[in-house]
């Protein structure tokens, strides 16, 4: 019998993992809802421990982006993906205890994943944030081991520059992802709002905008993500991630 034709990823595709519930406690006592997906028959390479945009506008562990990294990178790049909601946040998982502080105490929520991830001798952890959750990931740089950090659609809304200068004084990598169209800072605003990070790559995403909608937006997200954290992926597949996959692949509903 010949082999299944290889499917379309889509917006909906779910790729194989190993995904499992958790819940992480905060230093100041709060319970955070999570969930930690593992590729399926191998060890992870790499870790990303992911903070969604902003819960009061609707951002959460859920949030597409998120989603997706989950869904695809433990598969397709043999990378653990920790997503969870910050304080006060609500998913379909369920709602983190505590309030809402303005990317102040969520410095004790991305303390208490990357605390997670050391315990579970998680390999190789790079912080990944999104809109908001770059404001969390600037304004405490000394969260714990991490290797570095990925920032999308950095709005620089909290973060002060002594915050960037703080996170330059570490020597940890970081990337910018920065949409072309973008609502709140550009790249060619960015290029200066940045200059307190000397060593920071800015990144374009062409044609892009804040919420990085659409399969092109996507493909480039997640491909800088792994070229990041998992630059051995790239020396073995230049062309980056593939739109198909061959193997089993459920399709998420929300309805």
Known sequence: MADAPAALIRANSVLPARRESVRLQTADGFSLVGELALPADVDPVATIV???????HGGMMDSHLLRKASWRLPALADI????????????????????????????LDLAAAVDFVAERALPVPWLVGWSFGTDVILKHPNVGSVVGAILISPPLRFSLESDLEAWAETGRPLVALIPELDDYLRPAEAAQRFTAIPAAQLLTGSGAKHLWVGE????????????????????????????EWDGPMERWTDL
């Open 80 to 107: 653990a993906v920790l997503r969870f909601n910050t304080r006060g946040t609500t998913s379909a998982s369920g709602t983190s205890e505590g309030e809402f502080d303005g990317g102040q105490a969520e410095g």
């Open 50 to 56: 992911m903070v969604h945009p902003l819960p009061t």
């Open 216 to 243: 092109p937006s996507v493909q480039f997200v997640l491909n800088e993500i792994v070229r990041a954290v998992n630059p051995r992926y790239f020396e073995q597949h230049p062309v980056g991630l593939p739109d």
